[in-house]
């Protein structure tokens, strides 16, 4: 690490805190029902998994696309420009959902809304400039508390308002990014100085570079691996959590909103008032082992949950899961010198929205195969065993990894 990274940038955490709880909360609010949505525009459940997969894949393409270049033009040009167009630009995606007469508006809706989805990176990135080492992990945590409150007020709010108007909730989540932005451009301060700011190359804006970038780090590669495994299996869950309980359960907007609440719930919990006792209780290398093994249980336990208490139950009991990508990401950008931070989480991203792109479709695909099982039958649960899959490999990959090496103080 250089000299540089070990002290803070002025500013204030707080600022970036807020943005994206709000950035978050206009995401949730569109959670639970944008699917129903889709199958409004279409016949049967398996055009409905079909169409919904293919919208998320292409969010996920873009997110692919543009994450890594708006991460390192924000190493070029200040976190506070990149995270003003990315508030603008989910505005518009927003509203066009909303007003959306078919399933060709609501691609575009899902493209605008990929290219401009760099919140999550750039605020990682800001995170990193405005703490020093040994707190990196705390801020990561606070940045993942934010997402969760937002999903904490968002997917309840929005199952209500779906209930009225499957359309209002993209109306209420347009309004708040305006909010968000007018917020952000009078209050958000910058992070970076002009004399940690690095120089951009066109190379930067090819998305594989970012990937191959990463592939390169055989210092941290089985830490890359890990997070590659944990990131494919919340991405299957999270785009298709919510036709599986409609399908498997019938549950409404409004019940999965609910449930949603309690993962956001559960999330803040952890990452806002729990990861610091955790990380001094155990450490960040053992903590993130016992959240793979959490992780791995509960995923197989949602597949095999024939009850919808079930899964509120299984949520409520996945605390250390939700310890694992603050703690890998502080471990990973303890590696990364301070100017290539945002580069870094950029890349990061990349690999999740490559998740997007491929789990989607995977899971969709896997869904319409067992669309048409009984609700009782234990197969429906199929994409749930693949998370569980992936999380168990993660498991030995992960301890194969720190057996080897010691973490970075």
Not at 70 to 82: F, M, Q
């Amino acid at each position: 690490m250089s000299k540089t990274d070990a002290a803070a940038a002025p500013g204030n955490l707080n600022f970036v805190l807020v943005c994206i709880f709000i950035d978050m909360l206009g995401i949730g609010l569109i959670v639970p029902v944008l699917p129903v949505l889709v199958g409004e525009f279409t016949g049967t459940r398996e055009g409905q998994a079909y169409w919904y997969g293919m919208m998320s894949a292409v969010f996920g393409l873009m997110q692919f696309l543009f994450m890594p270049m708006l991460g390192a033009i924000s190493d070029r040009v200040g976190r506070r420009p990149v995270l003003l167009y990315s508030m603008a630009g989910m505005c518009i995606n927003f509203l066009t959902t909303a007003w959306a007469p078919n399933l060709a508006w609501l691609f575009l809706g899902r493209v605008i809304g990929g290219m401009s989805s760099a919140s999550m990176s750039v605020a990682s990135a800001y995170a990193s400039d405005i703490s020093t080492p040994e707190n990196r992990a705390k801020s990561f945590g606070k940045i993942g508390a934010a997402f969760g409150l937002g999903f904490i007020c968002g997917p309840m709010l929005g199952g209500l308002l779906g209930s009225v108007d499957l359309h209002l909730p993209f109306y209420v989540a347009g309004a708040l990014s305006a909010a968000n932005f007018v917020y952000g451009y009078f209050v958000v301060p910058e992070s970076l100085p002009a004399d940690r700011r690095a120089p951009f190359a066109l190379a930067k804006l090819n998305p594989l570079a970012a990937l191959y970038k990463l592939a390169r780090r055989t210092d941290i590669r089985g830490l890359l691996v890990t997070y590659t495994l944990v990131t494919l299996a919340a991405m299957m869950l999270q785009t298709t959590w919510v036709l599986y309980t409609t399908f498997r359960f019938n549950w409404t907007p409004g019940q999965n909103g609910a449930a949603l609440f309690c993962v956001g719930l559960t999330a803040a919990v952890v990452q806002a008032g729990l990861l610091g006792m955790l990380i001094k209780r155990f450490g960040e290398v053992r903590l993130s082992v016992l959240g793979l093994v959490s992780g791995a249980i509960t995923y197989l336990l949602y597949g095999l949950a024939t009850q919808g208490w079930m899964m509120y139950v299984l949520i409520l009991c996945n605390v250390l899961s939700f310890a694992i990508g603050p703690a890998l990401q502080s471990i990973v950008s303890k590696s990364t010198a301070a100017h290539e931070q945002g580069e870094l989480m950029g890349s990061l991203q990349s690999i999740n929205s490559v998740g997007v792109i491929i789990m989607p479709l995977l899971g969709s695909a896997i869904l319409g195969e067992v669309s048409h099982l009984p609700a009782d039958d234990w197969r429906v649960g199929s994409t749930f065993y693949l998370c569980a899959a992936m999380q168990a490999i993660a498991i030995f990959v992960a301890r194969a990894y720190f057996r080897k090496h010691a973490a970075p103080a």
